[in-house]
C-alpha cells in the first residue's frame, strides 16, 4: 500500500531530479561524505578508483550524486562526467595547506569546462575540526573565489 501511494504521489506532484557531481583532491573526504548523505551514517571507506554513484532523496528531490577519485592520474578523467552536470561539489581538505594551489588550478579547469557552464558550484570545506584547519575565508582567499565571476558558488563548512 505504501508504494502505491509513494508511486501516485510522485506522479502527481512530480519527482524532480538534479545530477551532482563531487570533486576534490584524495582523502578530502569525498566517499565518506557521499555516503553520509546517502546511508545517514559516517562509514569507514576506502580510496576512490574510478567513481561511485548513489541516489540521496529529499521529499520529491531526487540527486545522483557521483564520487570521483581525487588521485591525480583520475582527475584527468573528472570532465567526462559533466555531461548534464547540475552541480558541482568541490570537497577540499582545510587541513591540506600544501596542496591548495593544485585545487585553484582544478577549479580552474572545472569552471572552465563547457559542460559546466550552468552549473552551481559548492566548495565544502572539510575537515574544519582538525587542528590548523584552514576557515571558510582563508580557503575562499586561497582559491581567489572572489574572482569567479563565471559560476555561481557558495562556500560551507
Request: no cysteine.
Amino acid at each position: 500500500m505504501g508504494v502505491l501511494v509513494s508511486t501516485l504521489w510522485s506522479r502527481l506532484v512530480g519527482t524532480t531530479e538534479y545530477k551532482i557531481v563531487m570533486v576534490g583532491l584524495h582523502n578530502a573526504g569525498k566517499t565518506t561524505i557521499l555516503y553520509k548523505l546517502h546511508l545517514g551514517d559516517v562509514i569507514e571507506t576506502q580510496p576512490t578508483i574510478g567513481s561511485n554513484v548513489e541516489q540521496v532523496s529529499h521529499r520529491n528531490i531526487r540527486f545522483q550524486v557521483w564520487d570521483l577519485g581525487g588521485q591525480e592520474r583520475l582527475r584527468k578523467s573528472w570532465g567526462t562526467y559533466f555531461i548534464h552536470t547540475n552541480a558541482v561539489i568541490l570537497v577540499v581538505d582545510s587541513t591540506d595547506r600544501e596542496h591548495m594551489p593544485t585545487v585553484k588550478m582544478e577549479l580552474a579547469a572545472i569552471t572552465a569546462h563547457e559542460d559546466l557552464a550552468n552549473a552551481v558550484l559548492l566548495i565544502l570545506a572539510n575537515k574544519q575540526d582538525a587542528e590548523g584547519a584552514m576557515s571558510a575565508a582563508e580557503v575562499s582567499t586561497a582559491l581567489a573565489l572572489h574572482a569567479n565571476k563565471q559560476h555561481d558558488w557558495q562556500i560551507q563548512v
